[in-house]
């Protein structure tokens, strides 16, 4: 007999100022009322995992519970000279680039601990990233299932249809977190990936 | 593997066959000790995908301990990439010149030194000459 899954694991992923926290906060928002973490045009805003338990969605008289864990974004490298261009103090650029660090390597232990991954993209940016084809294929490697979220639809540079032709085989909605555009197709879209879980 | 030199920047090339036997931390401490002496690697293949992961890994560990390293720019390079960047393309149609054809070669390099080279990309023609 199958029992049916609760509060599943749900990783939000992605690099860094994508909108996962964003996308994490208009849920917890909507759904339990509180946001979930701070935001900022500043890369690397979250510095730790920081997660939700129990966050209930109700959606065409379904119910999905689950965790929702917010991951600091995958990079590559981590200048602390950027931070200063945005108006940082050299100490403490320095401070968040080395929580920045700690972060990263933080998103990638919790992989393994994933029932199902968000991944969040900035659709007007270059799909192409190395750091999106290692999130992905890491995520493809466990075999945890995945839901690509074209984010920022609202800029005028998005381009869905470049994410979706960058990775074909895979659920690609856009939405804007910001705005709250196309939030139910990206529900619609959550509970499918949940039912792979 | 060979190495070519100009200005402190040098590129290594290291064949699949030279690291496939090796284990993943192993692998990984190899790149990086190399990246870390301020080289480009060039891997005739590519390396999978949680290799990635823990290269990624282990470069943030370094960027926390090491003055001045401040992370790698890493690229898999397939023949076929349509919608792929000058940038991305330039950087095949060097690997290629140094290791003949391949299905796929993954470029790994300081992001210092990256930075340097998309600042400036004559560096790696004059490097090629």
Redesign the interface.
């Known amino acids: 007999m199958f029992k049916k899954k609760e509060n599943i694991k749900i990783g939000f992923y992605g690099p860094p100022n994508a909108g996962k926290t964003s996308l994490a906060n208009r849920i917890c928002k909507d759904w339990t009322g509180e946001e979930i973490g701070m935001v900022s045009k500043i890369p690397h805003e979250t510095r730790h995992v920081q997660f939700r338990e129990k966050v209930e969605i109700k959606h065409k008289g379904k119910i999905l519970t689950f965790k929702l864990v917010d991951t600091p974004g995958i990079a590559t490298k981590i200048d602390y000279e950027e931070f200063i261009q945005f108006g940082l103090k050299k100490g403490d650029a320095k401070k968040r680039a080395k929580e920045a660090t700690q972060g990263i390597i933080e998103s990638i232990q919790w992989l393994d601990d994933m029932e199902a991954i968000v991944v969040v993209l900035d659709a007007s940016e270059n799909p192409y990233s190395q750091v999106n084809i290692t999130i992905i294929g890491n995520i493809v490697a466990r075999k945890i299932p995945v839901l690509i979220v074209a984010n920022k639809i609202d800029l005028k540079k998005a381009d869905i249809k470049k994410v979706e032709a960058a990775f074909p085989e895979y659920d690609v909605v856009g939405i804007s977190a910001k705005d709250g555009i196309n939030m139910e197709e990206f529900y619609e879209s959550l509970f499918k990936l949940a039912k792979k879980a | 593997m060979k190495n070519k030199k100009l200005h402190g920047l040098s590129l290594q090339v290291i064949p699949f066959a030279e690291i496939e036997k090796m284990g993943i931390s192993e692998r990984v401490k190899k790149i990086l000790n190399l990246v870390l002496g301020n080289r480009i690697v060039i891997i005739h293949g590519r390396l ?3 290799e ?2 823990r290269l ?2 282990d ?3 370094m ?2 301990h090491i003055k001045g390293f ?7 390079i397939e023949p076929n ?1 349509k ?3 000058m940038f991305d393309k330039m950087r095949y149609n060097l690997a290629k010149s140094l290791v003949g054809d391949s299905a796929a070669l993954t470029v790994i390099g300081p ?1 210092s030194v990256v930075k340097e080279i998309r600042r400036d990309p004559k560096k790696i023609e004059l490097l090629l000459s």
């Open positions: 999978r995908a949680e990635e992961a990624i890994e470069t943030m560990a960027v926390d401040k992370g790698i720019e890493l690229a898999v990439m919608d792929r960047g992001s």
